[in-house]
């Protein structure tokens, strides 16, 4: 029997970051089922549907910031994973990011394919 492979969905508003992350993505074998919103509400609205094993999602969003998109995911399913991606990880950041369950924090000039299979693993 195939194995599946993770689903992945990108929570950015950036256009220019969208594309990088998507792209890196797709072009890793163990990463075709990638899904794009621009915002936490758009996230929250796929989410049940997409029912992805790991969200990148960036901290400063338009409307519902990341930390609280993350609260709402993981009160839907704690067993998913969630890596806040930002340029901003400032120590409250990091603190309001725990008490969020969110995984893991990435500055975007550090996210990299091989981190985040790790985090899948």
Do not use: C, N, W
Not at 16 to 41: F, I, R, T
Not at 44 to 65: H, M, N, Q
């Amino acid at each position: 029997m195939a194995e599946t492979l993770p689903r992945v969905m990108v929570v950015e508003d950036a256009p220019e970051y969208q594309g990088a992350v998507v792209l890196a993505l797709l072009l890793e074998p163990e990463y075709k089922d990638v899904h794009l919103s621009s915002s936490g509400e758009e996230a929250l609205e796929d989410f049940e549907s997409v029912a992805p094993e790991l969200v990148l999602l960036d901290y400063r969003l338009p409307g519902i910031d990341g930390l609280e998109t993350a609260r709402r995911m993981k009160a839907q399913r704690p067993d998913v994973k969630v890596v806040l991606v930002t340029a901003h990880a400032e120590e409250i950041v990091a603190r309001a990011a725990k008490e969020a369950g969110i995984e893991e924090i990435i500055p975007k000039s550090q996210l990299s394919v091989s981190r985040l299979q790790g985090l899948l693993d």
